[in-house]
């Protein structure tokens, strides 16, 4: 009966929230939510929005390589935006990079959450040497720096299962290597909220009540939590697709077979001295654009939700 | 003439939402050596009036009308630069909270030497030594080290005596404190007032006192205003006012002291909430709280509720209030009917 | 101050310990260094007997311990490729690495401290809104793509011909856009001083320096926009703050107010920052060195993982972990100069 009654209520309550409210009032979050939106509409229609398959070698031919895009001389009718070196239309690269891109951008965060929500909630609700260990953990890995993390686990896991097994895997292989790099922003976070949350008397109300410390943790403490989850999780998105567009650049990502929009950048970096600048730039363009939009709405919810996040 | 005076002045906040009026035609004036005191519940606009003087309130309030004339200088419209001449200078303020109101960076030698260079051209060792003078006539034990010391190494008691030192650095005219005991451990409240009483009385300095404690505002203050909903209600001598409250609300305030209810009852409080100032009740800004708004027939007074009151005098005190000026009005009718 | 130091020290052995093994259990899982020292051609017997005198059956603990005691003493290995001492490697890459560093530093601590302190004082201002809205543009530009795009404009030039080059507006845009190109991008460049040991150093001469600017500004990009926000930010907060009205009301000019009042304790959070985002450069280093080619020790960390140099490796990473803890504890040495709380308690308040 109750969670009859939320269902429906919580929809109400969206729909008089402050958050809705903010959002019709603010042209810059409807803009970046629209070009967002966009963007994973049309990477996730790659298959019928290309116009070739970039994975199709058939589809290839190696002498239309280099083609530089509509508006500059030279330009082919038929690629729109230019090929690559290996004759492949960059348009369909992109599209398809973007969406492997985004796979592992939201498969990582989606990990790093996990982790990074349970961490949290064991070291703040238990506390002690649980808490203890956990959070210097989390300390070292930071201190360190997730990129620099993700780049040592990434080669060493390279090295270790070989690169032709690394590359087939590789998609899975990054979001498990970036999900494990940013646990400890997430478990710091929810920690911090725990740890407030903890003194209200509504945990002690459960307590009170008889109910196990599981059943208080997942039912009454992280509902709770979930606001600076859902305001990080937007920068965890962008600095998850940024960190694996560097791994990626390193040679430690996607495969040119398969590339996400960090290894169409590294592909085209190599051409840029011959003047074949678009290789590169344009899907570093598209990897700007969406980033920036993630991060202006994530800028926006901090506002508009003001949670208490985990500072420094 | 005064030493200061103001008249009809209007603070506003420009809110996004509008503006809100938070001060509205507050006058009043204060003689060399006087002390005034400010009372009002939170929220009534005390902390506004005392800050506007200097004109400290920040960015989306600013002054909309009337005049603080000192000293026979204007200081609304004075750029910033002129201000600062007279802030710290001839007029200082001392802070609600000592715990927040030194930098925790800065030794307390360091902010209480910037403060008189800020005003005067004289060396850092000179400088030293009026600081050390003036911790000496706070009472405050091994003044030497205290100005070597940092804010964190002392007690809230012994950061609002080196404030009060600070307030008293330049030998100002007069001195705003804004709550100046409220923060601090009951024990040493009076403690506090009382140097601060003794050291305005001896060097003849001007005393604004801000506060929500009647008890000592009858004690240290020889005027006081009272304040509600960013409007002065009723002015004039402390003892006068203490003793024969006029405005409702006053009386309120007068009946909700815990030494004015019999033992084992409630306390007399006011009803009702002070109303926020951006949605305040037409008319007398007190009349939903006010047991007085029935007229002799029982109906709520029109005036109350469409009118903002006027001062009448009341002897040697102002009110702003209908019911007031009625009774004032009958009085004066039976006294000309009597002469008559 | 002593149980601060203390405290840090522990802190510090903790780190280099977690370090240490892992760079350990690196070494142990990866490199065989019998297939390295001998070839395919010797039996098993003889790589067995090796083996055992080189000590790789002992337990895993007594090979940690070895390791560690030849790291402490600066014995990482030999590396496969460079046949010499994987410490003298790094040595040798080093300088160039800290050059790359330096310049970036100096570029944020310039641009960050006045750009973050005007955004405060001025919020509303129009140049305070570019420096946000650019901060946010600088966040979401991966450092690699920086460095391209850096590559593209002052090194090999751009011909811009957006704008119709028939009118006056369309061929003078064209032409202040466009760009000559020609600064180097590759490389540290030839004219290097010695300086002393390894040090070879770009900042002692014209075409040195040269080199090391597009690097330096690719490096700075990524942290200056975090610096601004961060500074911008913690002002603000410290602008609203009781003893700021104080000051005002002494009549302390703003100036004052600002630069003494106001900056020292927004200092205090950017240090602790600072000192975390040290570690996030050097890991940035690594991208800045690939794209410019810039011969220090992310490039050839870089070139180690693809040349499974496994020694080299290792000692990479213990090197970055000495540099993260004594960076660390210098941060917080500062943090304790400038915050006066510290010193007394013994912990940062």
Redesign the interface.
């Given at each position: 009966m109750t969670t009859q009654v939320s269902t429906t209520t919580r929809w109400a309550r969206f729909r008089d929230s402050y958050l809705l409210y903010s959002f019709k009032r603010t042209w810059s979050a409807q803009l970046c939510l629209a070009i967002f939106l966009c963007l994973v509409l049309a990477a996730f229609m790659a298959p019928w929005l290309a116009p070739t398959n970039p994975y199709d070698l058939r589809q290839i031919d190696i002498l239309d390589s280099e083609l530089p895009p509509f508006w500059i001389e030279g330009a082919v009718e038929h690629y729109t935006l230019g090929t690559d070196a290996q004759g492949r239309d960059l348009l369909s690269i992109i599209l398809y990079g973007t969406r492997v891109s985004l796979v592992i951008g939201f498969g990582a965060v989606i990990l790093q959450a996990i982790l990074g929500v349970t961490f949290g909630l064991l070291a703040g609700y238990l506390g002690g040497r649980v808490d203890a260990i956990l959070m210097?953990l989390a300390d070292?890995q930071?201190?360190?720096?997730?990129?620099?993390v993700a780049?040592?686990v990434g080669?060493?896991v390279?090295?270790?299962l070989g690169s032709s097994f690394y590359s087939q895997y590789a998609v899975l292989m990054l979001i498990l290597i970036i999900g494990l790099a940013e646990w400890p922003q997430y478990a710091r976070t929810v920690r911090a909220s725990v740890l407030a949350e903890k003194s209200k008397e509504y945990v002690d109300a459960a307590r009170v009540m008889g109910l196990g410390s599981r059943r208080i943790m997942f039912r009454h403490v992280l509902p709770n939590t979930l606001s600076p989850v859902f305001v990080i999780s937007t920068v965890q998105i962008?600095n998850a697709i940024?960190s694996e567009?560097?791994l990626s650049?390193?040679?430690?990502g996607m495969p040119e077979t398969h590339p996400s929009l960090?290894s169409l950048?590294k592909s085209g970096?190599d051409y840029?001295?011959s003047?074949s600048?678009w290789i590169?730039?344009i899907p570093?363009a598209v990897?700007?654009v969406l980033?920036?939009v993630i991060?202006?709405l994530g800028?926006w919810l901090r506002d508009v939700m003001n949670p208490r996040l985990y500072?420094? | 003439m005064s030493l200061l005076e103001v008249s009809d002045l209007d603070v506003r906040f420009a809110l996004r939402q509008g503006e809100v009026r938070a001060l509205r035609n507050v006058s009043f004036s204060l003689d060399r050596g006087e002390r005034l005191g400010i009372v009002g519940e939170s929220g009534a606009g005390k902390s506004v009036a005392a800050f506007s003087l200097?004109n400290?309130i920040?960015s989306p309030g600013f002054i909309a009308g009337g005049s603080i004339r000192f000293d026979g200088q204007e200081l609304t419209g004075l750029s910033?630069r002129a201000l600062?001449?007279?802030?710290?200078?001839r007029i200082?303020?001392i802070?609600q909270?000592p715990m927040?109101?030194?930098?925790?960076?800065?030794?307390i030698g360091e902010q209480m030497i910037?403060?008189l260079k800020?005003?005067r051209r004289i060396s850092h060792r000179e400088a030293r030594a009026i600081a050390l003078h003036k911790l000496q006539q706070v009472q405050i034990p091994s003044p030497e080290t205290r100005l070597d010391q940092?804010p964190?190494?002392l007690s809230g008691g012994m950061r609002q005596r080196i404030?009060i030192a600070?307030a008293l650095l330049l030998d100002p005219d007069i001195i705003i404190a804004d709550e100046p005991t409220t923060a601090l451990d009951v024990t040493i409240q009076a403690e506090i007032m009382a140097l601060l009483l003794e050291l305005c009385e001896k060097h003849n300095v001007g005393l604004i006192l801000i506060t929500h404690d009647l008890g000592v505002v009858s004690q240290v203050t020889q005027r006081m205003l009272v304040m509600y909903a960013g409007r002065v209600i009723e002015q004039g001598p402390t003892r006068e006012i203490i003793n024969d409250p006029q405005h409702p609300y006053t009386q309120g305030l007068m009946n909700a002291l815990p030494q004015m209810a019999t033992p084992g009852e409630r306390l007399n409080q006011i009803p009702g909430s002070m109303p926020s100032l951006s949605n305040l009740p037409s008319g007398c800004a007190f009349h939903p709280r006010c047991g007085f708004v029935n007229d002799a027939n029982g109906q709520p007074r029109r005036a109350c509720l469409e009118q903002v009151p006027d001062f009448v005098d009341s002897g040697n005190c102002r009110v702003a209030c209908h019911m007031v000026a009625e009774m004032l009005e009958e009085e004066q009718r039976l006294a000309k009917e009597e002469t008559s | 101050m002593i149980a601060f130091l203390t405290k840090r020290l522990m802190h510090a052995i903790?780190?280099m310990l977690?370090?240490s093994v892992i760079a350990f259990a690196?070494q142990d899982?990866?490199g065989d260094p019998i297939q390295q020292m001998v070839g395919q051609s010797v039996p098993e017997s003889e790589r067995e007997a090796l083996r055992e005198r080189l000590g790789l059956n002992d337990p895993f603990h007594v090979q940690y311990l070895r390791f560690a005691g030849n790291a402490i003493q600066g014995d990482f290995g030999y590396s496969y490729f460079y046949r010499e001492p994987a410490l003298d490697v790094i040595a040798r890459h080093l300088p160039a690495t800290l050059e790359l560093v330096f310049g970036a530093t100096l570029i944020i601590v310039l641009l960050s401290v006045p750009i973050g302190v005007y955004s405060a004082i001025k919020p509303r201002s129009p140049l305070s809104r570019f420096f946000m809205g650019a901060s946010?543009?600088g966040?979401?530009?991966?450092?690699?793509?920086t460095a391209?795009?850096l590559?593209?404009i002052f090194a090999?030039g751009m011909k811009v011909t957006l704008f119709p080059e028939s009118t006056a507006w369309g061929s003078w845009l064209n032409a202040t856009l466009s760009t000559e190109g020609g600064m180097p991008s590759f490389g540290r460049g030839q004219d290097l001083v010695h300086v002393v040991g390894y040090w070879d150093s770009n900042l002692f001469s014209a075409g040195g320096l040269q080199h090391l600017v597009l690097p330096s500004i690719a490096l700075a990009s990524i942290m200056l926009p975090l610096f601004i926000r961060l500074i911008r930010a913690e002002m603000l907060e410290v602008l609203?703050?009781?003893?700021?009205?104080?000051?005002?009301?002494?009549?302390?000019?703003?100036w004052?107010i600002y630069f003494?009042?106001a900056l020292?304790?927004t200092m205090?959070?950017v240090i602790?920052?600072g000192g975390?985002q040290i570690?996030?450069m050097?890991?940035?280093t690594?991208?800045t060195e690939?794209?410019f080619q810039w011969p220090g020790m992310g490039l050839m960390f870089?070139d180690a993982?693809?040349r499974?140099d496994?020694p080299l490796?290792v000692a990479y990473?213990m090197i970055?972990?000495v540099i993260?803890v004594v960076t660390?504890t210098i941060v917080d040495l500062i943090y304790g100069l400038?915050?006066?709380?510290v010193k007394?308690t013994g912990k940062p308040?």
């Open positions: 210097r070292i930071l201190s360190f720096s997730t990129l620099m780049i040592v080669a060493v390279k090295a270790t962008a940024i567009a560097a650049f390193l040679g430690l960090g950048i970096f840029i001295q003047g600048w590169t730039l570093g990897l700007v980033v920036l991060n202006l800028d500072k420094g | 200097l400290l920040a910033d600062r001449k007279v802030r710290g200078n200082s303020m802070f909270d927040m109101t030194l930098n925790p960076v800065l030794s910037e403060c800020a005003h940092y964190h190494e404030i600070i | 903790l780190v977690v370090i690196i899982n990866l946010i543009v966040i979401s530009v991966p450092v690699f793509l391209i795009v590559i593209q090999i609203q703050s009781e003893y700021v009205k104080f000051a005002r009301a002494k009549g302390i000019s703003s004052r003494v009042h020292k304790n205090l959070p602790t920052v975390v570690g996030t050097v890991a940035y690594i991208l690939t794209v870089l993982i693809n499974a496994i490796i990473l970055v972990g993260f660390n400038v915050n006066p709380t007394l308040a």
